[in-house]
């Protein structure tokens, strides 16, 4: 059973950084795509950045030019850097891993707040 753990969360002001982690209990290698995603108060899941086995990178418009997902391998970690956070930027961020239909794991999600 893969298990994800993320960290790195936490309480920032508008315009700072956050990298946030999200480590696997099993290789990275195993996965074809890994993501992270985000629930806000209220409204639903969703896809913020995700990073397929071809390094092909997927992000929300939101997002774009802002924040960067990365994947090390050796490590068996992903990554979510988050420059120039907004408010609107403010939930709880979860680690996704796919290795095929059957076998899909999230991990328990680390809250990030961005006060303005």
């Known amino acids: 059973q893969v298990q994800l753990v993320e960290s790195g969360g936490g309480l920032v002001q508008a315009g700072e950084s956050l990298r946030l982690s999200c480590e696997t209990s099993?290789?990275?290698?195993?996965?074809?795509?890994v993501a992270w995603y985000r629930q806000a108060p209220g409204k639903q899941r969703e896809l913020v950045a995700a990073?397929?086995?071809?390094?092909?990178?997927k992000y929300a418009d939101s997002v774009k030019g802002r924040f960067t997902i990365s994947r090390d391998n050796a490590r068996n970690t992903v990554y979510l850097q988050m420059n120039s956070l907004k408010p609107e930027d403010t939930a709880v961020y979860f680690c996704?891993?796919?290795?095929?239909?059957?076998?899909?794991?999230w991990g328990q999600g680390t809250q990030v707040t961005v006060s303005s």
């Open positions: 996704y891993a796919k290795i095929d239909p059957s076998r899909i794991y």
């Open positions: 099993g290789t990275t290698l195993l996965f074809v795509v």
């Open positions: 990073r397929y086995v071809n390094g092909s990178t």
